[in-house]
Structures are given as C-alpha cells and as structure tokens.
C-alpha cells in the first residue's frame, strides 16, 4: 500500500498496534531498528531458526553480528517446554530486564516459541516477528498467539502476546524449500474458504500454481494478513460468543492438530495437517446444507495443485484422533466446537456437532 516496492498495514488494538512491513530488501529497515533499541540502552537478543542461518547466512550474520543468539532446531518438536526453558535460561544469562527487545527470526515455530518466551520471560517484554516462511508470514505471525506443544496436543499452553511489529521480508523465501511453501499455500486457500470468496476464486481460477517469483504474491499475503488483522482486532483474545470472531480462523485446524498429535509432530508439516482439515470441514459442512454451490472436488483439486495432501498418508487409529479432538483448545463444557462454512468466503462456529458426524468425516480421510 504505500509505495511500489512495500506495502505496509497496522493492528488497531489501541495502545498495542503494531505494523506488518511487507516487501523486498527489508534488512536495512531491520538494521536500523536494532541500532535504535541498542542506542536507547535496551538489551537485543535474537532467537533464530538454525535453518535460516543455512539458508541466508549473510542476513543472519549482518543483523547478529553483535547480538547475542539462541538457536534452535527447525520442526515442530522444537515447540516444547524444554527449548522453552531454555529460552529462558539464555535470556536470563544475558541479564535481558523489562526494557530489553526480541527478535524471533524463522517460522512459526519459532515465532511461537519466541513470543511465548517473550510473553513469560518477567512477565512480558517486548518482541518483534521477522516470519521467513510463507505460513509464518500470512498466519502465525500476526496476531499474538504463542505458545509450545504438549504430547496431549498443540498449542495447549501460550499466551496472548502482541508483538511490537512484523517484518515480511519477501526475499527470505527464495530459500525455502517448496514442500515448505506448499504448506503455506494450505493457510492462504483456508483465509479463503473462511472469509475471502473472492481470494478463493482467484486461486482456484488461476492457470499456473503461485509461486515465490509470482507477481501476485505480495497481495495474497497482504490481504491474508489484512483478514487476520481484522478479525484480531475484533476479537483479540477469541472471546467472542456465538458463530464468530477469532475462532474462525481455526477452520481446518481441529482436525489438523489432531492428525500432527496422533502422526507425531512433524510427520505432517502444520500446513500439510491444515489441508486435511480443509477437506474435512468441507465435509462436515455439506451435509449441513453448507458450501452447496462448491463441489468439494475442486477444492481437492486447488490442494492437489500445491502438492498438499487430501488425504492421510497413512492410516491413523480412529479412536487416538477423536481422543486427540478432546484436548483440542476449543472445547467449551467438553464439547468439541467446529468452524464450518455456509458457503466458500461465509463461515461460523458450531458447537452442536455428534460424535458419530465426525468420524465418518475421519474415515473418508482414511482414519480407522
């Protein structure tokens, strides 16, 4: 939005905004930011993806040349109560006080790990997300959700911690591995299904799949993080009652966190797990009288096209999944609450669904 090159936009939460940069050559922006802080007095400490430091050792060299780092394995398995002590144990030696800044360079893992550190570390200190993969940046980076995986499921402890502001630098995906952007692309087609028909239809009328050098990039992750700014704003907490607000965006995900839990983390990529969950919130919603003007193959077909899967890869016990959906954070007085669609682009929550709907759903996918 405001120049050719960058397009920026802000979180309106009152004395907590923050912008999302999003654009090429980022570093000197960043760079600039950290002199800032460092001639202010504050301390700087960066928690950095190991495989960023491969991927773009000249980035990661100039912005923590002098700073001092924890890094931490790429995977799923790093979001865990002991990479989180040791988070904390790294910000402790470094003597980090309440006026001190973070940086948390990588995906989402990371970013979760970082923020949730951030959040707990003194009761709070501040933080900024630099997301280097393209589900970091159009999800999990905005919007304040951080937290660690226990074994009885995600993100089952976190907090709500804003960060000071998000850098999508677009450079940083030409190192990532497809497999990785794939997983992205599952997040971008869900921001679609649940409240933007018409980036759905864009991406399923497209000839050629999006790619990291598509012109179009850029927009597509601006307008993801443009929905998900305005339903945090709205619902910065997911508080909100009734068939909306924040717990919209977990469309897929109660199936999705149920497969990564059951599969081991890091058998399905969050994003592979993700279009599973789409499929099956299709499903669930069909027989509802939802997404009647939208055959469910064409959604398959836009998955397939990114090379995500539709399907488990292998069967997964019926009885461990619905377990699994027990511990899911959106049970309320121990029912299971789903995100639904009445249409492509019109979703809402339920919380009426039986147990015996969801495991037809599980099995079309191959559970038994």
């Known amino acids: 939005m405001q120049t050719d090159e960058n397009k920026s936009l802000k979180v309106e939460l009152g004395d907590r905004s923050y912008p999302i940069l999003i654009g090429k050559n980022l570093e000197d922006s960043l760079l600039e930011l950290k ?6 007095g504050r301390k700087v400490v960066v928690v950095v993806d190991e495989g960023l430091k491969v991927a773009n050792p000249s980035f ?4 923590m040349a002098d700073l001092p780092i924890f890094s931490t394995p790429s ?39 970082a923020g949730f550190a951030s959040a707990s570390f003194l009761r709070g200190i501040s933080f900024y997300q630099v997301p280097t993969t393209l589900l970091a940046m159009v999800d999990s980076s905005v919007g304040g959700k951080t937290g660690i995986n226990l074994v009885a499921g995600k993100n089952l402890v976190g907090a709500f911690h804003q960060p000071e502001g998000v850098f999508v630098d677009l450079d940083s995906l030409q190192s990532l591995p497809q497999r990785e952007f794939s997983a992205g692309m599952a997040e971008v ?38 929905d998900k700014a305005r339903i945090v704003e709205q619902d910065e907490r997911e508080n909100s009652e009734g068939g909306g607000g924040r717990a919209l965006l977990n469309l897929g995900h109660t199936f999705a966190h149920a ?18 969950g789409l499929v099956c919130a299709w499903r669930l919603s069909f027989p509802r009288g939802g997404c009647s003007g939208v055959e469910v193959d064409n ?39 789903f995100v639904l669609m009445r249409e492509i682009g019109d979703s809402h929550v339920v919380g009426d669904v039986e147990s015996s709907e969801v495991e037809v759903i599980w099995k ?4 038994d």
């Not at 002199?35 to 202010?40: D, Q």
Request: proline content about 3%; hydrophobic content about 40%.
């Open 189 to 226: 087609i869900k921001y679609g299904m649940l409240g933007n028909a018409e980036l759905y239809d864009k991406l399923a009328s497209r000839t050629s799949p999006l790619c990291v050098s598509s012109p179009e990039l850029p927009d597509v992750i601006l307008s993801c993080c443009s």
């Open 259 to 276: 497969i990564e839990a059951v599969s081991g983390y890091g058998n399905y990529l969050h994003g592979e797990a993700v279009a599973i």
């Open 60 to 63: 990661c060299e100039r912005f």
């Open 75 to 113: 995977g799923e398995d790093t979001k865990s109560l002991g990479f989180l002590s040791g988070i904390w144990d790294f910000l402790a030696a470094q003597k980090v006080d309440r006026s001190s800044v973070l940086f948390a360079l990588g995906g989402g893992v990371t970013g979760d790990l």
């Open 35 to 40: 002199e800032r802080h460092l001639n202010e």
């Open 299 to 337: 959604l398959l077909a836009l998955l397939r096209t990114y090379d995500l899967p539709t399907a488990l890869r292998e069967s997964l016990p019926l009885a461990d999944l619905m377990k699994a959906m027990t511990s899911d954070k959106k049970v309320v007085a121990g029912k299971l609450r």
């Open 364 to 367: 079309s996918v191959g559970a």
